[in-house]
């Protein structure tokens, strides 16, 4: 585990992830799990959980290379009974070695990523798309702030996740802009009456760039060498 920053002060909660061993197939594999509990609207284009809602608990499942089970959402909550969590919740996969995680903080803003590309390339591609049922993450970004944003704040968040994302791939020496089944989950407080809503989350705006910054840091710190295979 890289660890970037040491656990921030204003614990969104991210520091209390938990590294979960498992055997599957006769193959040693992690998970990262994050009880997130009550109070916590997420967004994601995951496989388990996607979209935006109230969510409870974060599970980042490394499965097999050459993984081939049709119902990924099956086996994530699979997964998640197994880890002893109930209700809705996101679940992410990934090929990567999850136990290799990297975290990073901001002002207040966390960021936890699992990052393997040795399928990579460029979001504007030539190559034709394809109706066939992605493989499993190979970036996975997981963050939380500890503030209440819209739903428009929170697409806007995914965005600028996404930025600070291709940002550290450049900065890192790799020539693409991701991987084709990166996946990102950005969790934010619930509205509470009388508090305040934040309507933007850009990378200009006061916690959007916090965001950013914590991605980028944590991204960073998560990818392999140009040098190496990953």
Not at 73 to 86: F, I, K, M, Q, T
Not at 88 to 99: E, I, K, N
Not at 173 to 178: I, R
Request: net charge neutral; proline share 7%; charged share 15%.
């Amino acid at each position: 585990m890289t660890a970037v920053h040491p656990p921030s002060a204003t614990a969104t909660g991210l520091h209390a992830v938990q590294l979960l061993p498992r055997l599957e197939q006769g193959e040693r594999l992690h998970a990262l799990l994050w009880r997130a509990g009550p109070g916590r609207r997420m967004i994601s284009n995951a496989v388990l959980g996607g979209g935006i809602g109230e969510r409870g608990w974060v599970l980042n499942a490394q499965v097999p290379h050459g993984y081939r089970r049709t119902d990924p959402d099956r086996h994530l909550a699979d997964l998640a009974g197994d880890a002893g969590v109930e209700g809705p919740g996101v679940g992410l996969m990934t090929a990567a070695d999850v136990s290799r995680h990297a975290r990073a903080q901001d002002n207040g803003v966390e960021a936890v990523v699992t990052a393997g590309i040795s399928v990579r390339g460029w979001a504007a591609s030539p190559a034709a798309g394809t109706t066939v049922p992605a493989q499993p993450g190979t970036i996975n970004i997981i963050a939380a702030l500890p503030v209440a944003l819209t739903d428009a704040a929170l697409v806007n968040a995914v965005a600028t996740a996404t930025e600070a994302k291709v940002q550290a791939l450049l900065d890192a020496g790799h020539d693409c802009s991701g991987t084709p089944t990166d996946a990102v989950c950005v969790a934010a407080r619930s509205p509470v009456f009388g508090e305040g809503v934040h309507d933007f989350c850009g990378p200009r705006s006061l916690w959007g760039a916090r965001l950013a910054r914590a991605v980028h840091r944590a991204v960073r710190a998560a990818l392999p060498s140009p040098l190496l295979p990953g």
